[in-house]
C-alpha cells in the first residue's frame, strides 16, 4: 500500500471522527440555545396570561393572543409548575411535532385554573436537516479535495523520492559506482539522498575490498601450494627413498593437491556469490554445453555402465557462459557420482527447465541440507563436497530455482528459471 | 633447448629449474620483471614461461616485449590467479598456453614440449621412445611399422608418459592430465589404472617391451630399462 494512500486513510478515519463529535457538539449547542429561547417565550407568555388572568373581570378573553396555544383546565388545588416537552399532532400538516409545555397554577375569579402554554418547535425540527446536510457536504468536499492533493503531492512532492528508489534499484554494486543526487528542497528527501551517497560508497569499498582480498587470497595461497608440490614431485624422482618413505610422500601429496583444488572451489563461490559473473542478456543453450561435457565424461560414464538419455531442446537460461558450464558440469558429475552400478541418467531440456534425473541409494540425510557446503552423503574422501553448494549459489545468484526431490529410486535434481 | 623462466618464488623457481635440467634443458631464472626484460632483450628462447603477477610489473608486458621481439618463441603463462579474464587476454596476446598454480611439473613438462614442438617444427616431429614412433599431427602411433590404434585417453596418456620418461608420475597428475577439472570425480584411481592396462596391453601385443613400470604408493615411471 502506498504510503500517501496509508495516510490519505489516516487523515480521512480523524477528520471523520472529528467531523461527527463537530456535528454532535454543534446539534447540543443550537438546541440548547433553542430550548433556552423557546422556554424563554414561554415565560414571557406566563407573564401575560397571568396578567390577562388577573384583570378577568375587566378584560375580555380574546385579549389572549399569545399566538401559541393555550389550555385552561379549572383544578381544585394548584400544583407546582413545570416545563415538559411533548408531541402533538399538528393538524394542518398531519404529523405529530415537537412541543414545549409551560404548565402552571393560576387562580381566577376564586377558582384554581391549571394553564398549559404550548409552544411549537420547528427550528428544532430543521435544525438534523441542516446539520446532517452540512456534516455531509464537508465531508464531500474534504474527500474530494484530500484525493487531489495527495495525488498532486504524489506527483510533486515525492518525485525526488521515487527517483532515489529507482536509482537504488538499478544499483549494481559490480560497477563500483556511488550514487549521488542533486541537493533538494524537501529536508527528509535530502537527507535519504545523503545516507544512500554515504551508504553506496561505504559498499563499494567493502566490496572492493572483499575482492582484493579474494583475489590475493588466491594468489598467497597458491603460490606456497604450488612450491609444496613441486618439491614433492621433485623428491619422487628420488631413487634412495624407501617405499614407505614414497607412501608417505604420496599422502602429502594427496593432501596438497586437495588442499589446492579445496582452494579454487571455494574461490569460484566466493567470486559467484561476490557477483563477480555478469549474465548478459541472451538466454545460453545449454544443449551444446551438456553434449560436449558428456563427451568429456565418457570414460566415467562407460566404467560404471551408466546408461544415459536425454531429450533436450535448445534452449536455458540467461546466466554467465562460464556459470553455465559449471552448473551443468556439476549436475552431471552429481548425477554420475551418486549413481548406482548400471544405473540410468535421464537428462531433459525444456524452454524454462533443466531436470536432471538419476537412479541412486536411497537418501539419510533432507535433501535440501545436500546443498550446504561440506555435506557428503558418502565419505568418498575425493569429493570436495562443493558440488551442489555451487550449483546453488549459481542459481539464487542468477535467480534460478534448485529443488531436489527423490522419487522411489530416482534422485531428481531441477534448474527452473 | 633453452627455456626463460620469469617466476618471483624461488622455492618455486629452482624446482622448475631442476626438473628441466634433468630434460637437458638449459632453464633460464629471472626473478623479477627488470632482469626478465634484459634477458629477453639479449637472448633468444625456445620458450618462455612467465608468472603473470610480478613485484615490480605486469608479466603480461613481458608477454608483448616477447611477441614483439621474437614471435616465434614458445610462451606459457603461470598464474596463481584462475581468471577468465586473465586467461583470455594472456592467449589473446599470443601465448601458447595458460596453467593455473598450484601444477604438476610433469604437467608443464609436458606442455613445455608440446609447444616447443608446435613451434619448431609445425607438429610435425616425431616422437620416439624405444620401439614407439608417435606423428603427433596425425595421431598416429606405431611400433615397429606396425600401427596401433588408441582411444583418445590412452594416445593422451601415451604422449604424457613419453613427455616424463624416466621420471616418476603421481596418479593424481596422471588423472589430472586426462581429466583436468574433472579428477575430482574419480573416487579412487581404478580409472587411471583401466587406461594404463589397455595402453600396456595394446602396445605388447605388437611386441614392445614394458615399459611402464609401477611404483607402490605413489604411481607409474615410464623407462626404457
Same mark, same amino acid.
Given at each position: 500500500m502506498k504510503l500517501l494512500a496509508q495516510i490519505l486513510r489516516y487523515q480521512l478515519v480523524t477528520s471523520m471522527v472529528v467531523l461527527f463529535l463537530g456535528a454532535g457538539l454543534f446539534y447540543v449547542s443550537v438546541?440548547?440555545?433553542?430550548?433556552?429561547?423557546?422556554? +424563554? #417565550?414561554?415565560f414571557q407568555s406566563q407573564v401575560k396570561v397571568r396578567w390577562q388572568l388577573k384583570h378577568l373581570e375587566t378584560l375580555p378573553v380574546y385579549i389572549l393572543q399569545l399566538g401559541d396555544s393555550l389550555q385552561l383546565e379549572p383544578v381544585r388545588y394548584p400544583g407546582r409548575s413545570f416545563i415538559r416537552e411533548t408531541s402533538m399532532l399538528n393538524l394542518a400538516e398531519n404529523e405529530f411535532q415537537p412541543y414545549r409545555q409551560l404548565v402552571f397554577y393560576e387562580r381566577a375569579l376564586g377558582q384554581w385554573y391549571r394553564v398549559t402554554i404550548s409552544k411549537m418547535l420547528l427550528q428544532r425540527q430543521h435544525?438534523? #436537516?441542516? $446539520? $446532517?446536510?452540512t456534516v455531509t457536504f464537508i465531508v464531500t468536499v474534504m474527500l474530494i479535495s484530500l484525493l487531489v492533493l495527495n495525488s498532486w503531492l504524489s506527483k510533486r512532492l515525492w518525485k525526488p523520492f521515487y527517483k532515489t528508489l529507482g536509482k537504488l534499484d538499478a544499483y549494481q554494486i559490480q560497477q563500483h559506482e556511488t550514487l549521488t543526487f542533486e541537493p533538494q528542497k524537501t529536508l527528509e528527501f535530502d537527507q535519504l539522498n545523503q545516507s544512500v551517497t554515504h551508504l553506496t560508497s561505504r559498499v563499494t569499498t567493502a566490496y572492493q575490498n572483499l575482492k582484493e582480498f579474494t583475489e590475493n587470497a588466491s594468489h598467497e595461497i597458491q603460490t606456497p601450494l604450488a612450491v609444496i608440490l613441486s618439491k614433492i614431485e621433485g623428491l619422487f624422482q628420488d631413487e634412495s627413498l624407501t617405499e614407505s618413505q614414497l607412501v608417505a610422500l604420496s599422502s602429502v601429496s594427496e593432501a596438497a593437491n586437495r588442499l589446492g583444488r579445496l582452494n579454487q572451489a571455494l574461490l569460484l563461490l566466493t567470486k559467484i556469490e561476490n557477483r563477480q559473473f555478469l549474465a548478459g542478456t541472451d538466454p545460453i543453450n545449454l544443449v551444446p554445453i551438456i553434449n560436449s561435457k558428456l563427451r568429456d565424461l565418457e570414460d566415467l560414464i562407460d566404467q560404471r555402465e551408466l546408461s544415459i538419455q536425454t531429450d533436450l531442446q535448445p534452449f536455458g537460461p540467461v546466466i554467465h557462459p562460464a556459470l553455465a558450464e559449471i552448473l551443468v558440469n556439476n549436475l552431471l558429475t552429481n548425477a554420475i557420482r551418486h549413481n548406482v552400478e548400471k544405473g540410468k541418467i535421464i537428462i531433459i531440456l525444456r524452454e524454462r527447465i533443466l531436470s536432471v534425473r538419476n537412479t541412486g541409494k536411497p537418501l539419510n540425510a533432507n535433501p535440501e541440507q545436500l546443498f550446504e557446503r561440506f555435506r557428503k552423503e558418502s565419505t568418498? /574422501?575425493?569429493s570436495l563436497g562443493l558440488g551442489l553448494a555451487l550449483v546453488k549459489t549459481i542459481c539464487e545468484v542468477n535467480g534460478q530455482n534448485l529443488k531436489y526431490d527423490i522419487d522411489n529410486e530416482w534422485h531428481v535434481l531441477t534448474v527452473s528459471w | 633447448m633453452k627455456?626463460?623462466?620469469? &617466476?618471483? &618464488? +624461488? *622455492?618455486? *623457481?629452482? /624446482?622448475? @629449474?631442476? !626438473?628441466? @635440467?634433468? #630434460?637437458?634443458?638449459?632453464? #633460464?631464472?629471472? @626473478?623479477? !620483471? &627488470? /632482469?626478465?626484460? &634484459? +634477458?629477453?632483450?639479449?637472448? +633468444?628462447?625456445d620458450c618462455v614461461l612467465v608468472d603473470i603477477m610480478l613485484p615490480d610489473g605486469d608479466g603480461l608486458d613481458a608477454v608483448r616485449e616477447l611477441k614483439r621481439k621474437f614471435p616465434e618463441t614458445g610462451i606459457i603463462i603461470i598464474s596463481a590467479k584462475n581468471s577468465l579474464d586473465d586467461r583470455i587476454e594472456g592467449l589473446n596476446l599470443g601465448s601458447d598456453d595458460y596453467l593455473t598454480k598450484p601444477f604438476h611439473l610433469s604437467e608443464l613438462n609436458a606442455r613445455v614440449q608440446a609447444v616447443i614442438r608446435r613451434r619448431n617444427f609445425q607438429g610435425n616431429q616425431q616422437i620416439r621412445f624405444g620401439k614407439i614412433i608417435v606423428e603427433p599431427q596425425e595421431h598416429f602411433v606405431s611400433v615397429d611399422t606396425q600401427e596401433i590404434i588408441l582411444t583418445r585417453k590412452e594416445y593422451d596418456l601415451l604422449i604424457y608418459l613419453i613427455a616424463n620418461k624416466n621420471r616418476v608420475l603421481t596418479k593424481e597428475s596422471i588423472a589430472e592430465h586426462l581429466w583436468g577439472d574433472d579428477a575430482d570425480l574419480m573416487d579412487n584411481f581404478d580409472f587411471i589404472y583401466t587406461h594404463i592396462k589397455n595402453l600396456r596391453k595394446k602396445l605388447m601385443d605388437k611386441g614392445c617391451p614394458d615399459y611402464l613400470r609401477s611404483i607402490y604408493g605413489v604411481g607409474y615411471k615410464f623407462s626404457e630399462q
Open positions: 438546541r440548547y440555545l433553542i430550548d433556552r429561547e423557546a422556554n +424563554k #417565550e414561554l435544525l438534523m #436537516e441542516a $446539520v $446532517v446536510m568418498l /574422501s575425493a | 627455456l626463460l623462466l620469469i &617466476e618471483d &618464488e +624461488k *622455492a618455486l *623457481a629452482t /624446482s622448475i @629449474q631442476n !626438473y628441466f @635440467q634433468r #630434460e637437458n634443458f638449459i632453464c #633460464e631464472w629471472a @626473478q623479477d !620483471y &627488470e /632482469s626478465a626484460i &634484459e +634477458k629477453i632483450n639479449i637472448y +633468444k628462447y
